[in-house]
């Protein structure tokens, strides 16, 4: 069976620090990737996707970088964070193909201080 | 491009008593529709699915969604809810030719004993 992790499930950094989260799945072959937040109180906002190495598309232009170096893995990243970045981060997956399933992993929680 | 509404921010039920929560969608052809439960800190979880065939679909923790096209809907219903089942619930649109799921704003549900 398929299974996503995401790390860390916590984050606590300060403003103008690097971020790097990582999220991996396991049983399955060429998914579609994404990036979701939300920020305290509100719906999810999907920040990027990629349905291969190496691609990735930018849904909202911000402080944030997303990077496919593997087929399984998806890396969410910012040179300098932002209060307003603080939020709880969620990866997905799919299998290729439009409208299929989106399956979600159990988040991370990055506090900026 | 596919849209979803959720009038409802926030219903409170009694444990026991039946829950509806209304989702609106806006899409020229058919689509596929989901909903999703979040419980606090968690990711997001599939309830169900409906792709297409009997417009009335079954889920996980005895929920059920009807499809309704000419009212543009997708309601989601249980008819006993239980003080777990509190947490908040989001509607999203698909399409067969996109890779991505319009997301709702999400309707928290809160079970009052």
């Known amino acids: 069976s398929q299974t996503i992790h995401q790390w860390p499930a916590t984050l606590v950094q300060p403003v103008g620090s690097p971020l790097s989260l990582e999220c991996t799945v396991e049983?399955?072959?060429?998914?579609?990737l994404y990036w979701y937040r939300q920020a305290a109180g509100r719906g999810l906002q999907l920040l990027f996707y990629?349905?291969?190495?190496?691609?990735i598309s930018s849904e909202v232009p911000q402080n944030l970088s997303a990077s496919r170096p593997q087929d399984r893995q998806f890396i969410l990243s910012s040179k300098k964070l932002l209060l307003s970045d603080s939020g709880f981060y969620l990866c997905?997956?799919?299998?290729?193909?439009?409208?299929?399933?989106?399956?979600f992993g159990p988040g991370t929680r990055l506090l900026v201080l | 491009a596919q849209s979803v509404t959720q009038p409802d921010i926030h219903i409170t039920v009694s444990e026991g008593a039946s829950l509806e929560l209304r989702c609106n969608y806006s899409?020229?052809?058919?689509?596929?529709l989901f909903w999703y439960v979040q419980s606090p800190g968690q990711g997001l979880q599939l309830l169900l699915k409906?792709?297409?065939?009997?417009?009335l679909v079954q889920g996980i923790k005895g929920f059920e969604a009807e499809f309704k096209r000419s009212q543009s809907s997708f309601n989601l219903r249980k008819p006993s809810v239980h003080w777990s089942d509190a947490a908040e619930y989001f509607c999203?649109?698909?399409?067969?030719?996109?890779?991505?799921?319009?997301f709702g704003a999400g309707t928290t549900v809160t079970v009052r004993a």
């Open positions: 997905a997956w799919t299998t290729l193909g439009g409208g299929e399933t989106q399956y």
């Open positions: 999203a649109v698909g399409a067969s030719n996109d890779y991505k799921l319009s």
């Open positions: 049983g399955t072959s060429n998914p579609n």
């Open positions: 899409y020229g052809a058919t689509p596929y």
């Open positions: 409906y792709f297409s065939g009997d417009t």
């Open positions: 990629s349905v291969g190495i190496g691609q």
